[in-house]
């Protein structure tokens, strides 16, 4: 129940497309659902985050949606560029302190 | 801002040495620091939760003893590795939460060899 489960393992996008990245989870008690990026030997980044009294929120190219009742959220990267070739892991927290629980993480490739 | 800086980034040992990693929150206090651990192309596995002036709360399988944490004030953490091996090579990050919000900052990694 604790776990946040998240696909595709590896994705490939032409530069200009659209990357999806999708996350499920099982708990109601999560919160907080962030979005990280990861270069290669980097520690991870915060991308963009939501609560889940919001159903999309967008920041630039990356927007998350949001579907309570499935208990799913997903990653959206308009445009994709090769400099968003990355890993990305979604993540969730069930309370304010306690530590995020991170799906296993999605390869991102964006060829030019 | 909200900045989490790791000391040292690259870290090469012999085994049965002890090894010290460093997490600063630069310019955040943070009542809670995080530890993880990354082995190549995995996910982050939570290894202790870390709150300034207490104990830290080390998660189920993770040794206490081996992997001795220290929350001394609100913008540092330390991690000591004891007795290294082998097997304790790995990419280890920090990462510190303001405490007034949600978001939790990384820390760009330590990559620990044990020889």
């Known amino acids: 129940q604790q776990q946040v489960k998240q696909s595709p393992q590896s994705l490939i996008v032409q530069k200009g497309g659209i990357s999806i990245i999708n996350c499920a989870y099982e708990?109601?008690?999560?919160?907080?659902f962030p979005w990280y990026q990861q270069f290669p030997g980097k520690g991870p980044a915060l991308l963009i985050a939501?609560?889940?009294?919001?159903s999309e929120k967008k920041e630039g190219r990356f927007t998350i949606s949001f579907n309570k009742s499935a208990k799913q959220f997903s990653l959206h990267i308009m445009d994709s560029q090769p400099g968003d070739s990355a890993t990305y892991f979604c993540?969730?927290?069930?309370?304010?302190?306690?530590?995020?629980?991170f799906g296993k993480g999605t390869t991102l490739s964006v060829s030019s | 801002g909200a900045v989490v800086s790791q000391h040292p980034s690259r870290v090469i040992c012999k085994s049965g040495t002890s090894v010290k990693i460093e997490c600063r929150s630069l310019d955040f206090q943070a009542t809670t620091m995080f530890w993880y651990r990354q082995f190549p192309k995995q996910s982050l596995m939570l290894m202790a939760t870390?709150?300034?002036?207490?104990?830290?709360?080390?998660e189920q399988g993770v040794e206490k003893d081996k992997f001795l944490i220290n929350h001394a004030s609100l913008t540092l953490s330390t991690l000591t590795v004891t007795s290294a091996h082998p097997e304790d090579s790995s990419f280890y990050i920090c990462?510190?939460?303001?405490?007034?919000?949600?978001?939790?900052?990384f820390g760009p990694g330590t990559r620990l060899t044990v020889l």
């Open positions: 990462s510190a939460r303001l405490w007034t919000a949600n978001e939790q900052f």
């Open positions: 708990n109601t008690a999560f919160d907080y």
């Open positions: 870390s709150n300034e002036g207490s104990k830290a709360t080390y």
């Open positions: 993540a969730a927290r069930n309370q304010a302190g306690t530590a995020l629980i």
């Open positions: 939501i609560r889940p009294d919001v």
